[in-house]
């Protein structure tokens, strides 16, 4: 039953770490269509590459900004999954 609780809690921080890491980009982005959605209703301007540019334009920006720290925590994850394979099958290799 320790080995299932285990994968549980694994798999309940994957996802936290993959929200993590998606926030920021999707969150900027969806700000920015936003804003750019209520300027076009405003001046009725239909212009599909109005909300393209300025989504691009953030998104890369935020990638610059905390991309740094982004990879840093999927790093930190993956190392711990890693150290913890290395204890499971340490674990199986071990004479009881």
């Known amino acids: 039953m320790d080995d ?6 694994l798999a309940d921080r994957m996802l936290w770490v993959t929200a993590l890491v ?11 269509g936003l804003a750019v ?7 009725s301007v239909n212009e599909q590459t109005l909300t ?3 989504k691009l334009a953030v ?6 900004l905390f991309g740094g720290s982004m990879m ?11 150290a913890q394979i290395a ?3 340490h ?6």
């Open 4 to 9: 299932v609780s285990a994968l549980l809690s």
């Open 22 to 32: 998606a926030a920021p980009v999707l969150l900027a982005s969806l700000v920015v």
């Open 37 to 43: 959605g209520v300027i076009q209703a405003a001046t």
């Open 52 to 54: 393209f540019v300025p």
């Open 59 to 64: 998104t890369a920006l935020v990638l610059v």
């Open 72 to 82: 840093a925590l999927v790093g930190d994850f993956t190392e711990e999954i890693f």
């Open 87 to 89: 204890n499971v099958s």
């Open 91 to 96: 674990m199986e290799s071990s004479p009881t």
